[in-house]
């Protein structure tokens, strides 16, 4: 038997040479684990099987096998020779760490892709352990297949404010760890860091792609002015909102000074380009305060003249003198001095009087300017002061109707009486009219005469009533105009008042009122007759005297004419259905 090893048993049996056996070895083929062989089932002694590693695995040290004797190998560890492949220790793409392995780092193991701080993905978030060479078992090492797995840096805003009261400037780019320059506006300094660095906003977020520009100690903070200083020259200051930057301070100038200029400091920047600068200054602009003169021709006090100036400068002096009719028991000099203690804009000083006094002379208090009057409305007693000359009741006026009081000696500043001059002031006697109507809506009778203190019946007219006086008299009407010569009629609480109607009413039957005038005597209201009826008269109602002859009835009636409601008469053809309103003939048309 050809490539085979024959054993053979001979027995001896009664001299007989019998062979009792002849068989051929072989060996059981199985495959390796994670392997596989190019022999199938049983094969004879001799026989080589060569092993192939599946996929993953590779040949750790048994390439082939060969069968040496029944079920014997001449090497029997080839079921462990296919040993998995292994990945790298190593990050699996540019700026990027692995974590969190399961199992390891074995074929098909996967572990977390996780981007580095400053970088987001935005593909898979696994990596694989791969054969790099499936067809290759002597490849020890697999590659990790990261699939669409891609960091990528974040940015941060383009446009963008780090820190208030700040802008940027001198960006290197908009990328994690890039940097702008932290300026910080005018009227601020800044005592932090000068950069901000464009961070990261979440580390542990691969999927945020959007960067935080990290300003880190920077702060603008408002710089301040000095609490205790002088604006300019001869000014102090006040009413200093604070000392911040642009806050201001009223500007006032010393007394003997006045400001033409700016009325306030503000609180500025010293140094705009140097945001190390802490301090501002206090800038006045056009603040200017300036020595102030006084008038050179002026009144120092009312009723007054000076004269002998020492000049108009600031406290100099001049002499008071008073004028006609006025005394002075005061200082007889006033002084310049500075009106700008509260005004900064008048640059003229003022005359200060002290206790000069021009004061008027007086006239009596008691006394009687002409016959038949008396006086009234006096101002007061002093000088050029007046007095309303009214003429007794009866009398009228028809020269001046003021007396005023004088200075009886014009040229002595000591002399304190003037006397009362009533000019061409003359009191005549008066009368009233005879024809002349008393009140409105009324008419006079039973007159007794025509003069001072007759009377004159008074009657209402048609639709007034009369609820005061039923007399008026004839009195004097020069108590407050003498140039009248004739009296008037005093009707004293005599009224005419017109009548009234209803305000809710129904004026006739069937009907509602509607665009009203009003509810007086001679009013109209428009008569509407309800659904259903029609007026074949007039159409409004008038407010009239329910009382003609009687001048204390106040109410009136309304009066409707000739207005009636009349029901409509319905006709019927058919569907169509004829109304008579107000004369007129419609159809309705109905279901």
């Given at each position: 038997?050809k490539?085979?090893?024959?054993f053979?048993k001979?027995?001896?049996l ?12 072989n ?9 596989t ?6 094969v ?17 040290s048994?390439?082939?096998a ?15 020779t ?58 020890k ?19 963008f404010t ?9 960006c ?15 009227g601020?300094?800044?005592d ?22 990290d ?16 604006i ?11 000392i911040?930057?642009n ?8 007394d003997?000074y006045y ?19 802490r301090d ?16 050179v ?7 007054s003249?000076?004269?002998n ?7 100099d002096?001049c002499?008071?003198t008073?004028l006609?009719?006025?005394?002075n ?23 200060d009087e ?22 009234s ?12 000359i009214t ?32 000019g ?6 008066i ?31 048609d ?12 009195t ?18 005599a ?5 009234t ?6 004026i006739i039957?069937?009907s ?13 209201c ?25 001048d ?15 029901g ?8 169509q ?8 003939t419609?159809?309705?048309f109905?279901?």
């Amino acid at each position: 038997m050809k490539g085979q090893t024959v054993f053979l048993k001979i027995v001896w049996l009664n001299w007989f040479l019998v062979v009792l056996q002849c068989s051929a070895e072989n060996c059981t083929v199985s495959s390796p684990l994670h392997g596989t062989t190019d022999c199938i089932g049983t094969v004879d002694v001799g026989t080589i099987c060569n092993i192939t590693c599946d996929d993953g695995y590779f040949n750790n040290s048994v390439r082939s096998a060969a069968c040496i004797k029944q079920d014997e190998w001449d090497n029997n560890n080839w079921n462990d020779t296919c040993q998995a492949i292994m990945c790298p220790e190593s990050s699996f793409i540019a700026n990027s760490q692995q974590s969190t392995c399961i199992p390891s780092n074995s074929y098909n193991d996967t572990c977390d892709i996780t981007c580095l701080d400053g970088y987001y993905n935005d593909g898979y978030k696994q990596a694989t352990c791969k054969d790099t060479n499936e067809n290759n078992d002597t490849n020890k090492y697999g590659d990790w297949n990261e699939g669409s797995a891609n960091c990528t840096a974040i940015t941060c805003p383009v446009s963008f404010t780090i820190i208030s009261n700040s802008q940027q400037s001198n960006c290197t780019s908009i990328s994690f760890n890039d940097t702008c320059d932290i300026t910080c506006l005018d009227g601020y300094y800044n005592d932090g860091d000068k950069q901000a660095t464009c961070t990261d906003s979440n580390e542990n977020n691969d999927t945020n792609r959007d960067g935080n520009w990290d300003e880190g100690s920077a702060n603008c903070t408002a710089i301040t002015c000095p609490v205790s200083f002088t604006i300019i020259s001869n000014s102090q200051q006040s009413n200093c909102t604070s000392i911040s930057f642009n806050d201001t301070c009223d500007i006032t100038c010393l007394d003997g000074y006045y400001n033409d200029g700016d009325k306030q400091a503000t609180c500025t920047d010293s140094n705009e380009n140097n945001d190390t600068n802490r301090d501002g200054n206090w800038h006045e602009g056009s603040a200017n305060c300036t020595a102030i003169t006084c008038p050179v021709s002026f009144t120092i006090i009312s009723n007054s003249q000076q004269s002998n100036c020492t000049s108009i400068s600031f406290n100099d002096t001049c002499d008071i003198t008073c004028l006609d009719g006025y005394y002075n028991d005061g200082d007889k000099q006033p002084t310049c001095t500075d009106s700008n203690e509260n005004n900064d804009t008048n640059r003229d000083g003022n005359w200060d009087e002290g206790s000069a006094n021009c004061t008027a002379i007086t006239c009596p208090v008691s006394f009687t300017i002409i016959s038949n009057s008396q006086q009234s409305n006096c101002t007061s007693n002093n000088f050029n002061d007046t007095c309303d000359i009214t003429c007794l009741d009866g009398y009228y006026n028809d020269g001046d109707k003021q007396a005023t009081c004088t200075d009886s000696i014009e040229n002595n500043d000591t002399n304190r009486d003037g006397n009362w001059d009533e000019g061409s002031a003359n009191c005549t006697a008066i009368t009233c009219p005879v024809l002349f109507t008393i009140i409105s809506n009324s008419q006079q009778s039973n007159c007794t005469s025509i003069s001072f203190n007759d009377t004159c019946d008074i009657t209402c007219l048609d639709g007034y009533y009369n609820d005061g006086d039923k007399q008026a008299t004839c009195t004097d009407s020069n108590k407050n105009n003498d140039t009248n010569r004739d009296g008037n009629w005093h009707e004293g609480s005599a009224n005419c008042t017109a009548i009234t109607c209803p305000v809710s009413f129904t004026i006739i039957s069937n009907s509602q009122q509607s665009n009203c005038t009003n509810i007086s005597f001679n009013d109209t209201c428009d008569i509407t007759c309800l659904d259903g009826y029609y007026n074949d008269g007039d159409k409004q109602a008038t407010c009239t005297d329910s009382n003609e002859n009687n001048d204390t009835n106040r109410d009136g009636n309304w009066d409707e004419g000739s207005a009636n409601c009349t029901g409509t008469v319905m006709l019927w053809r058919g569907k169509q259905k004829f109304h008579k309103l107000d004369t007129v003939t419609r159809i309705v048309f109905t279901n």
